[in-house]
């Protein structure tokens, strides 16, 4: 009887041991990869940071950045990828993210490499790197990145230190017209992270998701004193900031409104956990602490 | 589909239009209204003082502080009131154009959703979302705007479809007629969902979700009107409907002009089913579980039924968006979802049952 958990005990740590094996294999076999199709923006972005950028042949529907990207062929994304257009590019190594088993499975029946991503917030993006770096013989160059993001967080991080956290609600979708249809961070993912960051509370920092649906009700008893509202695409005209405030105005005791701290952010590099969240981390900082960037 | 659907008859609501009734009508209509109205009273009351956070009814009405710095008086009259008068509203309008639809079609299992109006209506607002519509009239904005018109168009073809051969229309054309365009709509909002980026679709599935947090009464004021005018069409059926559930043969045998009545129902009933979804979403169940837990307990007759489920509609609403609200807060369940837990288990006994 007391064999028995132990057996068991030992035929997991040989799976474990087993299913560790090749996924280290492929990440050590890295320095022959010469045609790459990305699938997630974020690590297209990594790849052309760490100069692995000519070998990338093909991206997702979704990428928009670093500009070389807009001349390579699209081989849909997270919910269409094109197999066949990505089997005709013949690569040799494909970015997938980590839920697409039915294209990894795909791919591995043709013998093409896959590197699986899964979102886990800003530390994730240190880990990535590092997994992306060794996987296309660029280990050196990843590494120097991570650094680079690193020092760029902590800089920002030093700059703000010491002033009052404002309490803020991060909204990243809402209709326009009205206070409807509102997603804000709560406290899980790298947009929470880089609110920390940048010197704000997230007033949803307890629920433990990435995105929360709040009535107005909570909105409003949870009495934020910055809205920061990010939008991924689009150029932001005096009309949209204005129609923003007039919206916002129906909850008038919320100390945001009240005194005018609400900003609108705009871009792809506020969204996208990818090299560029130093970017977006400043852009928060910037909007919560004027004055530290005078 | 359409026959296992079209077998399922209405309870037959006998000779209620003419025949003298075991307690007269007018008793039976009288204490319904009271029963029914001091429930949606009470409902209507109480929702207001509960929530996903406590205030006091003190400081709510305390005008020493100013308004626009009182948090207690803007939860209760920003957030909270405007939600207990759209769950009031929507609720009655789904009900009761469930009981229209149900006697129009003389089938049980009809909803306000059976004949596509709430799928044009959805096509319309999930365009409106995905192309970024920012057009407007009036108190009512892009979304709600594109789905009366998506409503609209759906409720349009429909009738189109079912009065072309005669004069009466054809309730299994409009049975077919509403069942496919729902099927058509409901893959070119896949297609629309589909061609969307990802905000774009998050918004659009909440909005399919249903969702009673308007925020403020623009939206009630803008959607009260078509609500009223359905309610005030609605006065002129109940004794015609009560003829047409036996048969239009039967109505027509007894002096009921079918084809106005039944155009009547139709335009009604829609109108009352666009106004509610283009408020708060297509939010589900209402207007099938509400008339029949309401025929159970009055019986069938549409003099009764009608109003008794008005006010049933908007307390069993209130209460199912009151749940939404505060089970898991501070995050929400889709209202949507509570009435589809509440509706499906009985849906399901009452196949059953018919079966």
Redesign the interface.
Known sequence: MVARPKRLIAVLAAMAVLWAAPRAATQQRSTSVTRIVSLVPALTEMLFAIGAGPQVVAVSS?DEFPPEVKSLPRVGAL??PDMERILALRPDLVISYGSQTDVQAQLARAKIRVFSYRHAGLTGVFTTLTELGAAVGRPAESERLAREIRSGLDGLQARVRGRPKPRTLLV??????????I?VSGGLGFLHEMLGIAGGVNV?A??A?E????????I????PEVILEVR??GLLGPSDVAQAKRVWG????VPAV?HGRIAILSGDHLVVPGPRVVQGTEAFARALHPDAFK | MSHSLAAAKTPAAGDAGTRAMPSPIRTRLLKSIVGFGLLAIVTCLVAPLI???PISLARVFDRSVP?????D???FF???MPRVVAGALVGAALATAGVVFQALLRNALATPFTLGVSAGASLGAMLA?VV?A?V?AGPL???PLASLAGAGLAAAIVYRLATMQDRAMSTTVLLLAGVTLNSFFSALIIFVQ?IA????L??AM??IMG?L????FD?IVAALPMILIAFALFAWLPSSLNLLSVGADAASARGVDVGRTQRLAFVSASLATAAGVSLAGPIGFIGIVVPHLVRLIVGVDHRVVLPASALFGASFLVVCDLAA?TLL????IPVGVVTAMLGGPFFLWLLVRKG
């Open positions: 979704y919910l269409d990243f979708e809402r209709d326009p017209a009205s206070l409807r249809g997603y949803f307890d629920v998701r995105s929360v649906q709040p009535s107005i009700e909570t409003l008893a949870r009495a991924a695409v129906t909850v008038s005791s009240q | 929530g996903s956070s308004f626009s710095q009182n948090v008086a803007q939860i920003v957030a909270r979302i970024g920012t407007s904005s892009a979304v589909y980026d990802f905000a774009q998050y918004r909440r909005w969702d947090d308007v925020g403020s939206p609200r807060a501070p995050l929400e």
